[in-house]
């Protein structure tokens, strides 16, 4: 296996801050997609292992928000085919194993889900995130009343969805 450059380290940490990843907490993974759960959960293969990933700063709002859960993952499945190569920068593991990570293609896909209004910005957990382009994304896409927000001040958030379930 051929070592990477120092400069070509420096040009990537360089692309990913550009497109909105927080560089340096681990090294980048690069993936193969295999599947798409659904708005912000697919799975990938890496190395021969099969991983989860959870899509890190956002949440795409549950299957049963119809229509808006089926949008999210119809719009994830088009921006991700399955075969497609994808940069991982993982951020951490969640309670559930899964790997949490902000995913990236031709851009950075949270990001592009909550600027297409397909998911919000999830604020409890934009720390590690750059929180400023995931807000201004979702700004943006609630002033245009794009996706999750066509209903007047958007539909309810996918984080109380399950709170609600769960209670």
């Given at each position: 296996m051929k070592a990477a450059s120092p400069l070509r380290g420096l040009l990537l940490a360089g692309w990913l801050a550009l497109v909105g990843c927080n560089a340096g907490r681990s090294q980048p993974l690069r993936a193969v997609v295999l599947s798409i759960g659904d708005g912000d959960t697919i799975r990938v293969r890496e190395d021969g292992r099969t991983m989860t990933v959870r899509l890190a700063c956002i949440d795409a709002p549950e299957l049963a928000q119809s229509p808006y859960g089926a949008q999210a993952r119809a719009y994830l499945r088009q921006r991700l085919p399955l075969g497609a190569v994808v940069t991982l920068d993982i951020h951490t593991k969640d309670r559930y194993g899964?790997?949490?990570?902000?995913?990236?293609?031709?851009?950075?896909?949270?990001?592009?889900?909550?600027?297409?209004?397909?998911?919000?910005?999830?604020?409890?957990?934009?720390?590690?995130?750059?929180?400023?382009?995931?807000?201004?994304?979702?700004?943006?896409?609630?002033?245009?009343?794009?996706?999750?927000?066509?209903?007047?001040?958007?539909?309810?958030?996918?984080?109380?969805?399950?709170?609600?379930?769960?209670?």
């Open positions: 899964r790997l949490v990570a902000e995913v990236i293609s031709d851009s950075n896909l949270g990001l592009a889900l909550v600027e297409d209004g397909q998911a919000f910005a999830y604020r409890r957990y934009l720390h590690g995130c750059n929180a400023p382009a995931y807000l201004d994304a979702e700004f943006r896409a609630s002033r245009h009343r794009f996706g999750v927000w066509q209903p007047p001040g958007g539909i309810p958030r996918p984080w109380e969805v399950r709170r609600q379930r769960r209670s």
